[in-house]
Each structure stands twice: as structure tokens, then as C-alpha cells.
């Protein structure tokens, strides 16, 4: 997930090359010089032993400055490219080292297209393995020969399931491209040539580097987390929860709440991660832990819940709250709840909701609990 304008980012980032290049051209030796007989000429006196009115400093107040021999000068040797040479070296083994890491092409297993453009990819990889709130960047050669795009890892590799998933919204350009790539749809506005029109034959090229740390990871360093999402970006926290239905007694019992705040503008999005959701309850009413996890869903239309969610998921029904939520006044009901409690707050979603959420951690708060906000925006 990221903001728009990545062709920019990309290729104005890469401008390091250039100030590299300028670093290294100013190290070669013999562009700087430094005077060698400073004992016989004195600088800012002339040759011949013409006298200087105004001397440099540091000789005082002395009214002339008399030299009787010409300045020499030798090179310094150059020490710069140490510090030049030696990150750029780290840099092109760590370029490397992901390049060699990341050629290795994943295979697509299968793709679920979910409502409100969003669809679920469910690869392969040889070795792979993630943690939850990491994520990946995703590469596809045909779509564009740089853009490596992030996505979270929402699935992980099991002993019965060798896939990791990822969700994507795919109403930005390239995403668009990659949904009709995959589809092979070529009637589509987005569609690309394929290179061969037979799908027994036809392979789709992807690549993926990674994974890589997020925010999220931190969720288990406190008894008492909320996760507030925007949109797609309850991806972090659905991937964390999907760990955690596969967790025993051993993790839970760290646990002492875990609220889950989703916001999102279209009923159907809920949709997206509703099997996961009542999946998750269900296990943990199983184990007797069902009170550490509570769900609220915010819908910020006027779309009818009712009507997406219906009688297939009662649990969720029951959690939609409409319109956006008074942040002061959540996070005030749940330190009441936890008194001198350190309360971890991840926030994933547009920059004004991440924003807000921080804004309001950094109020002071009674009960003696204590927020500590962290949040990651697209």
C-alpha cells in the first residue's frame, strides 16, 4: 500500500546515483592541495617580500607580514572515498543479495476476486516463510520493468498449506493492470498483450521480495492492543488474527483484550475478511477466551448493512456502528477499561486517520494508561 505518484518516487530516488558519482569525483587525489611550507610563507603574504597590510588572524596584530620564499603545495591525500566507497559496497552486496533472492518466480495458485475491487492471491514460493504485520513487495515485468509495489502478507505458509496470500485493492493503475494480467482479460481497457494466447501454456510472471518488518509486529508486546484499520488497511490486523486462530492456550493467556476497529465506506468491503472474522471468534469461544477479541465496524455511508451481511453473518451484523467514531471518546471508555495499563494502538489507513488517532494517543488521559501509538498510511 502506498500514495500515488510512485513513477516519481522511483525514479527521483534513484537520483542517488548521480550524488555518488559527484562524491567520488570529488575524492580523486590531487583535486584538494594543502601548503607545505608554512614556517618560510606565511599565508596571505606575496612573494618577493612584498608585505601584506592586512595579515590573516592569526598572526595577531603585527602590521606586515614579510615572506621570503613562494608557497608550496602537495596534494591531500584523499580519504573521502572511505566513506563514499564503503556504504555504496554494503549496498550493492544488500542490491544484490535481494536480486539473486528475489528472481526466483512465484507461482499464482489461485485468485478470488472479492466485492469492491479488491482480489485475493494465494502464491507460492519455495522457501518462503512471514510473520504477522510483515509485508512484500510485489514485482511484474510485463505491467513495468521497476515498480516493486508493497502488499501485506494476510496468510501464511502452514504445514497443510504451502500459499501465502495477499489482498489487493485494485483501483489504482497498476493494480488495475495486474488484476486483467492475471484474468487475462483482453477486451478490458487494461488489458496487455499476452505472449502466448494459450492458457494450457501460459504462465504468469511475478515476483516477490521480502518479506520485510511493519509496525504491526509489535502487536503481542502489549496485553491490551487496539487495531484500527481504514479500508484495506485492515490487512495488518487480519493477518495477525489469522495467526492467531492457529495459536494455543500458551499465547492467549498474554492477552487480556484486543479490539478491532474497521472502518470502511461500502458495506461489502466487510466482506473482504468476514469468514476470517467469525472463524477467529468461533475458535476462541472454543478455547474460553472469546472475551479477549471484540470486533466493531464502522460503515461511513449509507449503504444497508443488513442487505450485504445479512442472516450469513449474525456476528458481524450485530458489531456495525454507522458513522465514524469519536476517537477521544473510545480510547477514553478503554483506558477506564485498563487502568495503569500501557495500551498499544496500531492504526493502518489514509494519512488523515492515522493523524487523528495519533493526535488524540498524545492527549493525557486519567486511569493511569498509557498509550503508545503506532500507525503505517497509503
Not at 65 to 72: A, K
Not at 297 to 312: F, K, M, P, R, Y
Request: neutral net charge; proline residues 6%; charged residues 20%.
Amino acid at each position: 500500500m502506498q500514495s500515488g505518484c510512485y513513477d516519481i518516487f522511483w525514479y527521483t530516488h534513484r537520483l542517488f546515483i548521480v550524488f555518488y558519482l559527484l562524491l567520488l569525483i570529488h575524492a580523486i587525489r590531487g583535486v584538494l592541495k594543502q601548503q607545505t611550507n608554512l614556517h618560510s610563507h606565511t599565508p596571505g603574504c606575496h612573494y618577493n617580500n612584498q608585505s601584506v597590510p592586512w595579515p590573516e588572524p592569526e598572526h595577531g596584530d603585527r602590521d606586515t607580514i614579510v615572506c621570503d620564499t613562494e608557497p608550496y603545495f602537495s596534494t591531500i591525500g584523499a580519504e573521502s572515498w572511505l566513506w563514499v566507497g564503503t556504504p555504496l559496497l554494503i549496498y550493492l552486496c544488500d542490491t544484490a543479495y535481494r536480486w539473486c533472492k528475489c528472481r526466483q518466480p512465484v507461482t499464482v495458485v489461485h485468485v478470488r476476486e472479492h466485492p469492491s475491487d479488491c482480489i485475493e492471491l494465494q502464491l507460492k514460493k519455495e522457501g518462503f516463510s512471514a510473520k504477522p504485520g510483515q509485508y512484500i513487495l510485489l514485482h511484474c515485468p510485463e505491467i513495468s520493468s521497476f515498480e516493486w509495489h508493497p502488499y501485506t502478507v494476510t496468510s501464511f505458509p502452514r504445514a497443510h498449506k504451502a500459499t501465502f496470500g495477499i489482498h489487493i485493492r485494485t483501483r489504482g493503475d497498476w493494480a488495475g493492470q495486474l488484476k486483467n494480467y492475471l484474468q487475462r482479460n483482453q477486451t478490458d481497457s487494461y488489458s496487455l498483450p499476452l505472449r502466448n494466447t494459450d492458457p494450457l501454456l501460459y504462465q504468469h510472471r511475478l515476483f516477490v521480495d521480502g518479506p520485510f518488518g511493519g509496525p504491526s509486529e509489535d502487536i503481542l508486546r502489549y496485553r491490551v492492543s487496539v487495531l484500527i484499520a481504514g479500508g484495506i488497511g485492515v490487512t495488518p490486523f487480519t493477518a495477525f488474527l489469522d495467526w492467531l486462530r492457529f495459536q494455543g492456550n500458551k499465547v492467549l493467556k498474554k492477552i487480556d483484550r484486543i479490539y478491532l476497529i474497521w472502518l470502511c465506506r461500502e458495506a461489502q468491503s466487510f466482506l473482504w475478511f468476514a469468514d476470517l472474522l467469525c472463524d477467529i471468534h468461533n475458535k476462541l469461544w472454543e478455547l474460553g477466551h472469546v472475551h479477549i477479541f471484540e470486533i466493531r465496524l464502522h460503515i461511513t455511508s449509507n449503504t444497508s448493512v443488513q442487505s450485504v451481511l445479512g442472516d450469513s453473518y449474525p456476528l458481524l451484523s450485530k458489531s456495525v456502528i454507522p458513522g465514524r467514531p469519536d476517537w477521544t471518546g473510545v480510547l477514553r471508555d478503554i483506558a477506564s477499561c485498563h487502568r495503569r495499563t500501557d495500551i498499544g494502538v496500531f492504526c493502518c489507513g489514509p494519512k488523515q486517520l492515522s493523524r487523528c488517532v495519533e493526535r488524540v494517543c498524545q492527549e493525557g488521559w486519567q486511569h493511569g494508561a498509557q498509550f503508545y501509538c503506532h500507525h503505517e498510511s497509503f
